[in-house]
Every structure is written in C-alpha cells, then in structure tokens.
C-alpha cells in the first residue's frame, strides 16, 4: 500500500500556468491579483471586506491591533490550537487567558469563556479547531454584551458553516491562512476579513508600514514628502505572486472541501459503533470543512504508532499552549481538566481532497484493527 499523508499541497496546471505569467511580467510584489483574490475570497464567503496578508499569524495581529489590544490586556484563547494563533498575543505584551473546551469536543466552552471575562479582557480568539465549527453564535452573543471583540480564527475552515452561515462571518475580525497544507494554497499567505469598511481601511494601511497608498506618492511617481505617517505599520502585505496562485483555486476549492467530506462521512459510519472510539462529534448545525478528521481513544499512542507502522500519517495535531513559558500568564492546569483529557486521547486522521475510496478504507481498517 503507498503512504498516506496526513496534509497535501495542491497544484494544478493553471496554478502553474499564473505563476509563469507573474514571473514573467515582473509585477511579482504587487499587481492585479492581489485585488482580484481578495474580491473572489469575498464573494466565496459571502463577507464584504476582505484583506491579504503575507501569512496567517500577522493577519491575526492586525485583528489583535485593530481591536484595541496592547501590552497588558488580556485575550481569551483556546489552549488547544497552532502556536501560530496565540503566539502574537505574546508578542504584543499581552497575556493569553485560557478557556478550557467543552467536555468530549474541541470547540471553546462559551461557559468557561464567560468566567474569564474582566475589566482588562479586550478580544475572544475563537478558533474553528482543524474546520470544525466552534459555538460562534453564543460566544459572538457574549463578546457584543461585554463590548469585547471576537476574532475568528478559520486558518483551516474555509467554507465550513455555522447555522447556513461561513464561519467568518460572525466575529468583529476573521482570519483565514493558506499555507502549502491549506483548502487554497499560495505558498505561504493568509487574509483578515473586517466587519466594517473602516477597519478594512485602517488594515490596508497597517499593512503596508502605515503607508496610505493614495497619497504616498505624487503624479511623478516620486514619494510625497507633504504626506505624513502618522502610525507605523508592518510588512504584512501579500505579493502578487501568491495572490494569483489563490486567485485561479476559487473555481475549484469547493469541490476539494465536499470531497473531504464525503471521506469524513465515511469513516464516521465505520467508526461511529466501535466502543473504544469516540468520534469528535461536529456541533448541531454546523459542517465542517474537515482539514482533518478527528476521534479520540484511550489507546491513541498505540494506534498512532500503528498507523505510521503501516504507512499512514496521523498526529496529536496540537500540544497545549498554556504548557509553553513564552506566554506572560500561566493559567494553572487545574482549569482546563477538558483541554488536558482532550490532549491525551485526540488523533488526526487523513480525510482529504488527495485521498480515494482505497486509502479512506486502509485507514479506516487500520484504526479499527489497533483501537
């Protein structure tokens, strides 16, 4: 049998053929692409306001800025989730407050988050944990009574839905990514979608070194010393290069994400009777868009030595982040006895686009023979 792997990177021919066409025209940083992606995105999500950004983790710290956050306010998180989603709390100075998740599930427990709420509370990061939808709908209910943003972290959740509605589309700021392993991939890149135009505007400049590209430069060409900076940004603008490789996937990634599903119903229906298997179990209303395919067993190290045995690629996915020193408050592990069982029985399975009918099966048989 040939290896299964648990992530793929996609490419196609007319990835391939863009890329040669950016190279060539020599309009690699910046382009026509870089609009055209961000209005295809915005029509794929059904969301208004859409901006590009070099990767996912700076698109999170504008969310994080643009929120009002800075060095000593402190943000709810999941501990369960990619250093890449908490690590730029830290990095702003602020403190990481973890919110255990709820029993049996990997979706932030909206009860835990609500006792963590204090004066200095200034942002809820809601993480769709590997495109399975958390409550968005409550926890996005308890930011507005609190006056507290919700960023919603969708690095992997493209088009997975919460009550007929994207995930993304709920939260004052959403994040998406599209690293080589996403649903689209452009290398490296990710996007910041914004509630309201003036925040979208306020991202396009921070992006860009605080630079208001509408006046920065005068009719000649040549920079305008007349035109002030008055906020220093970073350089978190996506290249034009990414942007068309994302650009020419919007036609096709739908067909990716039912794929993924249609695999991960199928492994539900093997697994769903067998007693030492616990299937994470989407919440009502929502479909995911399955990254990977989740389940937790008592046995999990067994079966995951097992299954790399045989050729197949799985993983605990994350390791808890209120276990790393890097982040200025630890949250004693006491709090989070959910979070701390999840960790020890959680597993990743392969469930995507690049998978056929034969490798879900070996799968599929090979958990249930090591379960």
Not at 11 to 33: D, T
Not at 187 to 206: F, I, K, M, N, W
């Given at each position: 049998?040939?290896?299964v792997?648990?992530?793929?990177?996609?490419?196609?021919?007319?990835?391939?053929?863009?890329?040669?066409?950016?190279?060539?025209?020599?309009?690699i940083?910046?382009?026509?692409?870089?609009?055209?992606?961000?209005?295809?995105?915005?029509?794929?999500?059904?969301?208004?306001?859409v901006?590009?950004?070099?990767?996912?983790?700076?698109?999170?710290?504008?969310?994080?800025?643009?929120?009002?956050?800075?060095?000593?306010?402190?943000?709810?998180?999941?501990?369960?989730?990619?250093?890449?989603t908490?690590?730029?709390?830290?990095a702003?100075?602020?403190?990481?407050?973890?919110?255990?998740?709820?029993?049996?599930?990997?979706?932030?427990?909206?009860?835990?988050?609500?006792?963590?709420?204090?004066?200095?509370?200034?942002?809820?990061?809601?993480y769709?944990?590997?495109?399975y939808?958390?409550?968005v709908?409550?926890?996005?209910?308890?930011?507005?009574?609190?006056?507290?943003?919700?960023?919603e972290?969708?690095?992997?959740?493209?088009?997975?839905?919460?009550?007929?509605?994207?995930?993304?589309?709920?939260?004052?700021?959403?994040?998406?990514?599209?690293?080589?392993n996403?649903?689209?991939?452009?290398?490296?890149?990710g996007?910041?979608?914004?509630?309201?135009?003036?925040?979208?505007?306020?991202?396009?400049?921070?992006?860009?070194?605080?630079?208001?590209?509408?006046?920065?430069?005068?009719?000649?060409?040549?920079?305008?010393?007349?035109?002030?900076?008055?906020?220093?940004?970073w350089?978190?603008?996506?290249?034009?290069?990414?942007?068309?490789?994302?650009f020419?996937?919007?036609?096709?990634?739908?067909?990716?994400?039912?794929?993924?599903?249609?695999?991960?119903?199928?492994?539900?229906?093997?697994?769903?009777?067998?007693?030492?298997?616990?299937?994470?179990?989407?919440?009502?209303?929502?479909?995911?868009?399955?990254?990977?395919?989740?389940?937790?067993?008592?046995?999990?190290?067994e079966?995951?030595?097992?299954?790399?045995?045989?050729?197949?690629?799985?993983?605990?996915?994350?390791?808890?982040?209120?276990?790393?020193?890097?982040?200025?408050?630890?949250?004693?592990?006491?709090?989070?006895?959910?979070?701390?069982?999840?960790?020890?029985?959680i597993?990743?399975?392969?469930?995507?686009?690049?998978?056929?009918?034969?490798?879900?099966?070996y799968?599929?048989?090979?958990?249930?023979?090591?379960?």
């Amino acid at each position: 049998m040939k290896p299964v792997s648990l992530f793929s990177v996609f490419n196609s021919p007319e990835m391939e053929s863009i890329a040669i066409e950016v190279l060539r025209s020599g309009r690699i940083a910046g382009g026509e692409y870089v609009p055209k992606f961000e209005s295809g995105l915005a029509r794929l999500l059904d969301v208004e306001h859409v901006v590009t950004t070099v990767d996912m983790t700076s698109a999170i710290h504008l969310a994080l800025y643009l929120s009002g956050v800075r060095a000593g306010d402190e943000v709810i998180t999941s501990p369960f989730a990619c250093l890449a989603t908490n690590s730029p709390i830290a990095a702003m100075g602020a403190t990481a407050v973890w919110s255990d998740v709820s029993p049996q599930s990997v979706c932030i427990d909206a009860k835990s988050l609500l006792s963590l709420i204090t004066a200095k509370t200034k942002a809820v990061i809601l993480y769709h944990v590997a495109g399975y939808p958390g409550p968005v709908a409550e926890i996005a209910r308890i930011c507005r009574e609190h006056g507290i943003a919700l960023i919603e972290d969708c690095d992997n959740a493209l088009l997975a839905k919460y009550e007929g509605k994207n995930v993304g589309a709920w939260g004052d700021f959403a994040v998406y990514s599209f690293y080589p392993n996403r649903q689209i991939n452009t290398t490296e890149g990710g996007a910041l979608v914004c509630r309201t135009p003036e925040s979208a505007a306020d991202a396009r400049r921070l992006r860009r070194l605080g630079i208001n590209l509408n006046k920065f430069r005068r009719a000649d060409g040549e920079i305008n010393p007349a035109e002030d900076i008055v906020e220093a940004g970073w350089a978190y603008t996506m290249n034009n290069f990414c942007a068309a490789l994302g650009f020419v996937q919007l036609s096709d990634v739908e067909i990716r994400v039912a794929k993924a599903r249609r695999h991960a119903a199928y492994l539900d229906e093997r697994f769903m009777t067998h007693a030492s298997i616990k299937l994470i179990k989407p919440l009502d209303q929502s479909v995911p868009a399955y990254w990977v395919y989740l389940i937790s067993t008592p046995k999990r190290d067994e079966v995951l030595a097992t299954l790399k045995k045989q050729g197949i690629s799985a993983s605990i996915l994350h390791n808890l982040n209120s276990t790393y020193s890097c982040f200025n408050e630890h949250i004693s592990s006491r709090n989070l006895p959910n979070s701390i069982k999840l960790q020890a029985s959680i597993m990743a399975l392969p469930c995507g686009w690049w998978l056929d009918n034969t490798d879900v099966k070996y799968i599929a048989d090979i958990v249930l023979a090591a379960a």
